[in-house]
């Protein structure tokens, strides 16, 4: 029943921008925290950025200073600005959000299909 649906990768030039966008439906209860990953080919996935319901977030050194997570509570909503992009960028990414669904007992995670993002001129 829970849906999170990821939009807005692509191809990008290095030192471009892109923000992509995770919106979570279905009998949703909660969402407490909600995240961005990344796995390009060949490597682990690893976590890129993490916002707690009350809009506390991290982020990966690799990323901080370039990009930034936001949520909005009642759109079920998080997105991922990213700025200054590089090359190593280049990854899918994936958005999780921790989901009390309704007629379940407890949270737990559901994830996104993932959207490429190339940077490369």
């Known amino acids: 029943q829970v849906q999170l649906v990821e939009s807005g990768g692509g191809l990008v030039q290095p030192g471009g921008s892109l923000r992509l966008s995770c919106a979570a439906s279905?009998?949703?209860?909660?969402?407490?925290?909600m995240a961005w990953y990344r796995q390009a080919p060949g490597k682990q996935r690893e976590l890129v950025a993490t916002?707690?319901?009350?809009?506390?977030?991290n982020y990966a050194d690799s990323v901080k200073g370039r990009f930034t997570i936001s949520r909005d509570n009642a759109k079920n909503t998080v997105w991922l600005q990213m700025m200054s992009l590089k090359p190593e960028d280049t990854a899918v990414y994936y958005c999780k959000a921790d989901i009390w669904e309704r007629g379940f007992l407890n949270f737990r995670d559901y994830w996104g299909q993932g959207t490429q993002v190339t940077v490369s001129s």
């Open positions: 916002i707690t319901s009350g809009g506390s977030t």
């Open positions: 279905g009998s949703i209860f909660s969402i407490k925290a």
